[in-house]
């Protein structure tokens, strides 16, 4: 996962290993119908039961993803997700929030397949809740609600940070088996295509953009449960995320002097 300010994406990059419990019990979600557009791959990208459902698919003519239809400048963004099962390496699932333009902010959770058995991204025989909390202090990735990962607001030491440009949500599947699993080595089986990926109760606290008033709360009750506005890492969290990263981390872009050998980014300092 990564977030990347402006227009230099993959600045920071982050992988993790992470076997977590099966998510139990599940609250209730948007209606996909009202609040995204499926934008690639023809039928590969499915809303179903009603709205209640996503799916995306990719097979070897192609991936497909969606994207939402507002526009959102700060908030807590949830979305449980089924990723592909199985022998999916090769495939890349990306879901992120991204402004647009030249010198667009994104916020990224990417998700490289694997071959079947070895523990790589997530347990993916279940969903998962993956949520952002963006607000004016912080960034902060939670997985099943355990934070993995926090990005600070360090303009003050000249690190960029996403608080101008209103974002959408994105996510889509597709084949990047020249550079996805082992560099590249590994390809994708297209024998076991399509590939599938699904999206279950969305939910979006967080404010609408518009020209015309910079923040609608998403949802009515929402101005009531302003709590991720201010949301940070409180002990027991701040020691959660180190758990985490010690146990499940298997690459930190902050420690990758190979790659940044002329220097590590700032807020890796
Ligand atoms: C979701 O929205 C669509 C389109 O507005 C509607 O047809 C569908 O009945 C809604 N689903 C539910 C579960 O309310
Ligand atoms: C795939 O799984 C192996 C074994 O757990 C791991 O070493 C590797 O980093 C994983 N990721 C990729 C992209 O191959
Ligand atoms: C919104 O408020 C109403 C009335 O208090 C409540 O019944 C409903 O569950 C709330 N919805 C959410 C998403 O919190
Ligand atoms: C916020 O909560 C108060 C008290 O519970 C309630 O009167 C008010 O209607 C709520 N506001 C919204 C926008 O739901």
């Known amino acids: 996962m990564s977030f990347s300010s402006p227009s230099s994406k993959l600045s920071s990059l ?16 948007g209606n996909f119908s009202q609040d995204f557009d499926i934008i690639w791959g023809d039928q590969r990208a499915q809303m179903l ?45 990306a879901y992120y929030l991204s402004s647009q333009g030249p010198t667009h902010d994104e916020i990224d959770f990417e998700f490289l397949g694997n071959l079947t058995g070895e523990p790589y991204v997530l347990h993916t025989n279940a969903f998962h809740a993956y949520s952002i909390v963006w ?23 000249g690190v960029p940070f996403p608080n101008k440009q209103a974002m959408r ?19 994708t089986d297209w024998t076991q295509a399509p590939f599938t990926a699904s999206y279950i109760n969305f939910k979006a606290n967080a404010c609408i953009w518009s020209s015309a ?13 302003s709590a991720w506005q201010v949301q940070t890492l409180d002990a027991l969290g701040r020691d959660r995320l180190r758990r985490v990263q010690q146990k499940y981390m298997i690459y ?18």
């Open 14 to 29: 982050l992988l993790f290993a992470l076997l977590l419990g099966y998510l139990i019990g599940s609250s209730k979600g």
């Open 49 to 93: 039961n009603g709205g209640q459902l996503l799916t995306l698919s990719l097979d070897k003519v192609s991936g497909s993803g969606f994207q939402s239809k507002n526009e959102y400048l700060f908030g807590r963004i949830d979305m449980q997700i089924k990723l592909v099962s199985g022998n999916s390496a090769g495939t890349v699932t």
């Open 135 to 157: 607000n004016k202090q912080r960034i902060i990735f939670l997985v099943d609600d355990i934070p993995i990962r926090v990005f600070q607001n360090l303009e003050s030491v």
């Open 169 to 187: 949500i994105y996510s889509s599947l597709w084949n990047a088996d020249d550079w996805a699993t082992k560099g590249g080595l590994v390809k």
């Open 213 to 225: 008033s910079p923040c609608t709360f998403s949802s009515p009750n929402s101005s009531n449960d």
């Open 252 to 269: 930190n872009y902050c420690t990758d002097l190979k790659r940044f050998s002329q220097g590590l980014p700032t807020e890796c300092k």
